[in-house]
């Protein structure tokens, strides 16, 4: 019998903005996602959570289909700070990615909503075991400096707000990306051994489709994990391997303080072992437990919690 992960997947990505508006003619007004929560958090509340330099702050939750994990979750922060939008190989944040019904059209119609993509559409191959898997995505420069990636999957694997409404052009986040240092600690804090994610697939490969949709030098050999719960979102964890490329963002992907892709909000059973397991899994608790915020955790315990590499992910006990 498979043991019961202390996290089932990603319940939501944190993006850093100045106005939500610009993000719900994005998500809401592009994509189909709808608004499933709205709310505020007390300075005092988010400070003791985040950390200083966060003050009042307005939440949106953004859902895909009513789908309770995989969302988007909108932090209105103070005005400021960089809307550069990070590359494939920075360190940190990357991409947020969502499965498409079809990618060209996706790619013409927000390119003439005024949506940039940093490359059309590109077909790359995967090596898993000794099968060769094609992607189709392209990256879309969303508001603020997040980059939204969009898969037409080959064979799509499941997604809540597909099976709710398989109608729908687009599908909640069904990956976060992050590119870090050190993957074999990130696969160690989220895997099997660590919060009970099972690892998919663990590869290194080369590939001139990759290379031309992510703007990666020729010859570039990228290690991508993949690491999965019973929900979306999964987790990708990259890393360029044989080439110094890219620059450090962790400092300014602050939650609660910096625009764009700042963040994860998991959910898990029991806080306490929970935590015990980062810990032990060379992870760092930067603060709590305490009571959390009503909107985002119904005002039950949460924490927050750095990876090895330093990725920050806000965790909350119970609910959905």
């Not at 013409?108 to 099968?131: F, M, N, S």
């Not at 109608?167 to 895997?191: I, K, N, Q």
Request: glycine fraction near 12%.
């Amino acid at each position: 019998m498979t043991p019961t992960p202390f996290v089932p997947g990603i319940d939501a990505a944190f993006l850093g903005v100045t106005d939500p508006q610009p993000h719900l003619d994005f998500y809401c007004g592009q994509l189909g996602f709808s608004v499933s929560e709205r709310g505020l958090i007390p300075a005092a509340e988010a400070a003791a959570l985040w950390g200083d330099g966060v003050g009042d702050t307005a939440v949106t939750v953004l859902s895909a289909a009513g789908s309770p994990h995989g969302r988007v979750v909108l932090l209105t922060v103070p005005s400021g700070g960089s809307t550069e939008h990070p590359h494939t190989a920075d360190h940190g944040f990357v991409g947020i990615d969502l499965y498409v019904r079809d990618i060209q059209a996706s790619h013409r119609e927000l390119t003439a909503a005024g949506y940039e993509w940093a490359t059309p559409p590109a077909t790359w191959e995967v090596p898993l075991g000794e099968k060769l898997v094609t992607v189709t995505e392209g990256f879309c420069c969303a508001p603020e400096g997040t980059d939204v990636v969009f898969v037409e999957p080959a064979s799509p694997r499941g997604t809540a707000a597909w099976e709710a409404d398989p109608a729908r052009a687009y599908t909640e986040l069904t990956s976060v990306v992050c590119h870090v240092p050190d993957v074999d600690a990130e696969v160690g804090f989220w895997g099997p051994d660590g919060w009970g994610l099972s690892l998919w697939y663990d590869v290194s490969f080369s590939s001139p489709g990759l290379e031309e949709m992510a703007e990666l030098p020729a010859g570039t050999t990228m290690r991508l994990a993949f690491l999965a719960g019973p929900e979306t979102a999964r987790i990708e964890v990259t890393r360029v391997e044989n080439r110094t490329t890219g620059v450090d963002r962790r400092g300014q992907q602050r939650t609660g303080v910096d625009l764009g892709h700042s963040g994860w909000l998991v959910r898990t059973a029991d806080l306490d072992a929970a935590l015990e397991r980062a810990t032990e899994r060379g992870g760092t608790v930067i603060s709590g437990p305490l009571r959390g915020p009503q909107i985002l955790s119904g005002g039950g315990r949460v924490a927050v919690v750095e990876t090895p590499n330093g990725i920050r992910v806000t965790v909350r006990e119970g609910g959905r």
